[in-house]
């Protein structure tokens, strides 16, 4: 064992690797060069001879991410949650890419999910150290039992009202121009997911059969199939068939920004915060879309989870509907209760029933 004090206190481990006396941290993949006490060398020392005596690799975070999400040998099924994968690992890579993996533990993670805004990366960092684990480049999986909390998305939150979504069609078409009010429009009374009018070309739409062919996406940086990997049919309603009838045809696809390209999310993100800002909207564009067009299929033209479902391209039977989507109304169901008693008994109530607050 070498261990030294210098000058200045602290204190420096070096080991023998190689045919050659270099420092703990080089084997460590810390690039420590020193340490406060004579203790915290001696540990480094010692994990670092065990690390040589098992013929360990030192194998850094960067030089793993890189073959992680290349190599076909860790692809999952879906090309899309590759990319997502990808995408959620590679900030995590380019801030600790020079540490080796067994380094990261929890002060790394720590560190790491510090503010709040990062717990969407964990799932598929967990998946990366998981796989890492296995190939025994790494010790243990510290995004693994991190007892962080996931929220219930927008399941108990209620989508805008249809009164709410024509304010954001109209004030988009004042701050963002006709071509996002009417992507707006089309995604609120259709539930097309963004990414699928991002791509949508005037071709797939048929005004004689009020349909729209979903064909494909467009999601990071690229056109692929729609999610689930199949093409579908969805409705051309009333207000998307009028959105889409009063645009000029400037360009292939239906939905164009003004340099004449189809819309993805980042240039629509500036567009979005202008509109909700001009009707002080604080939800989700998810929300205020997607999810609007199933709770308003639900509650008020009041369609079967099933026919919601086949509409917005699920492929569960309508469970997705139920549980999510749907938003069911609780008043309004109460109401069709009670309606449908007094229709079939042909009794009518003495005076107008008063319209009960909800239970908190």
Known sequence: MTLSKLPSGRWRARIWRDGRDVPVGQVLGTGAASYRTKGDAKDAYDEARRLLRRGGELVTVGDFWRRWTTDPMFARPKDSTNRHNTERTRAFAERYGKMALRQVGRAQVGEWLAGGTRSGTIPALRAMFNDAVRLELADRNPFASLGVSRTKGNRDV???????VWELVRAARKVAGPSFAAWLQVAAFTGMRPGELDALRWDAVDFGASRVLVAEQFQHGQFTLPKNGRRRWAPLTAPAREALVGLARESEFCFVNLRGEHWTASSR????????AAVDYDGTLYLATRHHAGAYMTNVLGLSAEDVAIALGHT????????LYGHRDAEMALDRVVNAYEERSNVRPLSPRPRHERAS
Do not use: C, M
């Open 158 to 164: 209620r989508p805008p009202s249809q009164e709410t």
């Open 269 to 276: 993100a500036y567009h979005w915060k202008a509109t909700r």
């Open 316 to 323: 569960d039977g309508g469970y997705l509907v139920r549980t």
